[in-house]
């Protein structure tokens, strides 16, 4: 069995991505301070969940996507017969599931809450994707949810006030989607004016969390800088010219400086050394997208 479609079909550095979600809520959930082995061991299970339901999610975006990718991405894996939709469906159902149990295993919290990420990524994949505005706030909750999920290593009970800290992620991955628009034909400035807008937000936000003392604004700052200069600069691009090529340039580095931003939180509610340490996921990353693509 030729496993490198099923690869393809799952676009692994979105998983690292996903991965440094699930650090990110953890150290908003104060995790890293009380760190033992239960602790570390839910860790585990959550991070491994996410990329299941992750990955789940990919694989019914192109499943749902299929008339669709034979026109314009005849290249993915299910267009070209790679994959068979049948096993596609098997291993979508399997991802999310296992996604689900790794979750309960984890806490009975996280397990609903991953629950809900399955049925919102769905609910993308099958109904909302090609909505202007639900779409992408679509998306970008179930970004929030995964946010949630790390936060959910402890329960959220403890910190209740922190909750709201998942809108970052859903306006970022909003903005993300809107880019993504015009991946095919281009000519959508006018999203990508309005999703840089919205990534202005994000910064707002940022800097309102560390003065209000949530967060250490220093220690999180350079990693802040760091998603500015990924993401602003490709999204610059694509608005100076709108092409389709520069248009897949801004979504790929967008989704790839969630890391950078997931790393702020890392560090700005752990300690810098940690955030250095979610940032290596970057380039990973970056190695794994060179040799799969990136939505």
């Not at 910190?159 to 909003?174: E, K, M, N, Y």
């Not at 967060?215 to 610059?236: R, V």
Request: proline fraction near 4%.
């Amino acid at each position: 069995m030729n496993l490198h479609p099923y690869l393809v079909l799952i676009r692994p550095a979105n998983i690292v991505t996903a991965m440094s979600d699930i650090l990110a809520g953890a150290a908003i959930a104060g995790c890293f301070f009380e760190l033992n082995t239960p602790s570390l061991l839910n860790l585990i299970f959550l991070l491994l969940s996410t990329s299941c339901l992750y990955a789940g999610g990919i694989v019914f975006n192109d499943i749902f996507d299929l008339d669709i990718d034979r026109t314009e991405r005849p290249e993915r894996p299910l267009p070209r017969g790679q994959v068979s939709l049948k096993n596609a469906r098997f291993f979508g159902i399997t991802l999310l599931l296992t996604g689900i149990l790794l979750s309960f295993l984890s806490h009975v919290e996280s397990g609903f809450i991953a629950i809900f990420i399955a049925l919102s990524a769905l609910l993308y994949d099958r109904y909302t994707k090609d909505f202007l505005v639900i779409g992408p706030l679509n998306m970008g909750i179930c970004r929030g949810l995964n946010l949630i999920l790390g936060m959910s290593i402890l329960s959220l009970n403890t910190h209740p006030h922190l909750i709201w800290i998942c809108l970052i992620p859903v306006i970022f991955i909003a903005a993300i989607t809107l880019t993504s628009k015009g991946e095919v034909l281009g000519n959508n400035t006018s999203a990508l004016v309005m999703a840089l807008t919205l990534d202005v937000a994000v910064t707002c936000l940022l800097v309102g969390i560390g003065i209000l003392g949530w967060m250490d604004i220093w220690m999180s700052g350079p990693f802040i800088i760091l998603w500015i200069g990924i993401n602003g600069k490709a999204k610059l691009k694509a608005i100076l010219k709108n092409n389709p090529k520069l248009i897949k340039v801004a979504v790929k580095m967008g989704v790839l400086s969630l890391i950078p931003l997931n790393a702020s939180y890392v560090a700005g509610f752990g300690h810098w050394s940690l955030g250095l340490g979610t940032l290596l996921l970057l380039p990973i990353s970056l190695v794994l997208a060179k040799r799969f693509s990136v939505t």
